[in-house]
């Protein structure tokens, strides 16, 4: 029976001795990126979800964070407090990607549609929420 017992231990010895450790650390950029999102079509200086990337439209002010979407990958609907804009599949990237947006009117003067420190811009006759710079 002894045998048995050290015939066990001297194979956990050999096989805790097989792998190192490594220690990592989390890296405060990525915490500060990430963590702060908790819906999408954020303002990209409190950090976007992972599966968004931030985006300024040439020609209009502010900026957002944005989901890709396409006919099968729906925009997601969960949006930032206080936001009455809809999400739409309407941004086609110059490389060749899609990617939502909040569409809101840029012709209604109570400019409450896109949430806090966000606003209505025109562009090509609709409009889009952005985070004022």
Partial sequence: MKVAAVAVF????????????TKTELSV???????NAT????????????DEIAVQIQGVAGDFCTPACSLIK???TDVPTGVKATP?????ASQGGKYCALICN???KND???GTNASCKAISGVGICTYDD
């Fill in 10 to 21: 001297a194979l956990l010895a050999l096989s805790a001795s097989a792998y190192e450790v």
């Fill in 29 to 35: 950029d990525f915490v500060k990126d990430f963590a």
């Fill in 39 to 50: 819906t999408h079509y954020g303002d990209p200086k409190q950090g976007c979800m992972s």
């Fill in 74 to 76: 729906a925009c997601p």
């Fill in 88 to 92: 739409q599949c309407a941004l086609q």
């Fill in 106 to 108: 840029p012709s209604n």
């Fill in 112 to 114: 409450d549609q896109c």
